[in-house]
């Protein structure tokens, strides 16, 4: 400690700054292979249920009940990497590193919803503009954290669905009302997946501005 106390007293102001800049970075890409780990397990818990189409055109219910297992362990998965950065984020003192990068960015109500009418534009996202500005209200009002935790929030209440659906009777006969039921649940989990992914893609744009100008989060912050 004595050593690590006497050469941050040598330091410039410019090595200060350089020093906290490398350690911020470090840590933004930790954080992000938690982000990334998260982002897969919930696309391929997607593309399970997306095969859970077919599975109800075959009437293979039994398929579909495995499907449903594996869409279980693929959300519990994912919903884990993201409480694990969000509390790296907290103990690390991230979380607040970045509210800053973005409001000193100009991400504000309407710096937000200006983002994603671009990020809209470009094809990244399928949001009305009440959509965007809902989003925008929220962070404006209530932070990067509250966003994050709608977002993982989603993510248990699709898990509470599979758990549900994951009851019904694979060994039933597959007539018209068990194929009426899996085809129900799928279109919900279907929504419910495509609305979550819609909210974390406008999180990933909003965040795409602070990752590509950090030199202009750091001269506005000076």
């Known amino acids: 400690m004595v050593l690590i106390c006497n050469r941050v ?42 095969g859970l189409v077919s599975d109800i055109e075959l009437h293979n219910l039994e398929q579909g009940q495995l499907r449903f297992g594996s869409v279980r362990l ?5 919903i884990e990497q993201y409480e694990t950065c969000l509390e790296m ?6 979380a607040e590193h970045h509210e800053g990068n973005l409001r000193a960015l100009g991400l504000d109500q309407q710096g937000t919803e200006d983002a994603l009418i671009n990020g809209r534009a470009s094809g990244f996202l399928a949001l009305d503009d009440q959509s965007i500005r809902n989003f925008a209200i929220q962070f404006h009002q ?11 929030d989603k993510l248990r209440e699709i898990e509470s669905m599979v758990a549900e659906g994951s009851t019904i009777d694979a060994a039933a006969e ?15 989990l279907s929504a419910a997946f495509a609305d ?20 202009r989060s750091q001269s506005v912050a000076q």
């Not at 102001?13 to 470090?26: F, L, P, R, V």
């Not at 597959?174 to 919900?188: E, N, V, Y």
């Open 9 to 50: 007293e040598q330091l410039t102001t410019d090595e200060i700054e350089a020093s906290d800049a490398q350690g911020w970075q470090a840590l933004y890409l930790k954080n992000e292979r938690f982000i990334e780990s998260g982002s897969a397990y919930f696309s391929q818990a997607f593309a399970e249920v997306l």
């Open 89 to 94: 984020d907290d103990r690390s003192g991230l």
């Open 196 to 215: 979550a992914m819609m909210f974390g893609q406008s999180i990933a744009v909003m965040n795409s501005i602070a990752y590509r100008a950090p030199s």
């Open 74 to 78: 693929l959300l519990a998965h994912s």
């Open 174 to 188: 597959p007539g018209i009302d068990a194929l009426a039921d899996w085809q129900g649940l799928t279109w919900q």
């Open 142 to 152: 209530r932070g990067y954290r509250a966003l994050m935790n709608e977002y993982l």
